[in-house]
């Protein structure tokens, strides 16, 4: 349905050196099986869906795939009136880890200990 529904059917990497090296998924994150991903993965980056349950989902997905000494980096972080799930989401998980904010930016960051 995600594909049926996007309006993209080239990206910044199509017909690029990279392209061979990039498998793109649609669907809904909220269905996405992380578990060939596991504790594999050196950055993840999350920026989908704003809705708090899917920034809760798409967070316990990415801190299952990065790998140690690997970081997870959320976007949207810009405040309770402008993208309240995100806002909250973060609030809430920064509670349990050490997350950063990137200066002048709307980037969380965590580093995964090593
Ligand atoms: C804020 S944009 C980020 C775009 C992307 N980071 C980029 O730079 O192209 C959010 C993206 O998440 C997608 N999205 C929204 N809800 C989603 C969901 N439940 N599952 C998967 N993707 C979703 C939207 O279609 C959109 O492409």
Partial sequence: MALVESTNTKFLYSESEAEP?????FGDSKEFDPEPWLGRCDLVFVDGSHA??????D?????????????????????????KGV??????????????????????VWRRPA
């Fill in 59 to 83: 967070t316990q997905k990415a801190l299952a795939m990065v790998k140690p000494g690997g970081l997870v980096l959320w976007h949207d972080y810009r405040g309770p009136r402008r993208i």
């Fill in 21 to 25: 090296k990039i498998t793109q998924l």
């Fill in 87 to 108: 806002w909250k989401a973060l609030n809430e998980l920064a509670d349990r880890l050490d997350l950063k904010h990137v200066k002048d930016t709307s980037l969380i």
């Fill in 52 to 57: 708090y349950s899917y920034v809760v989902s």
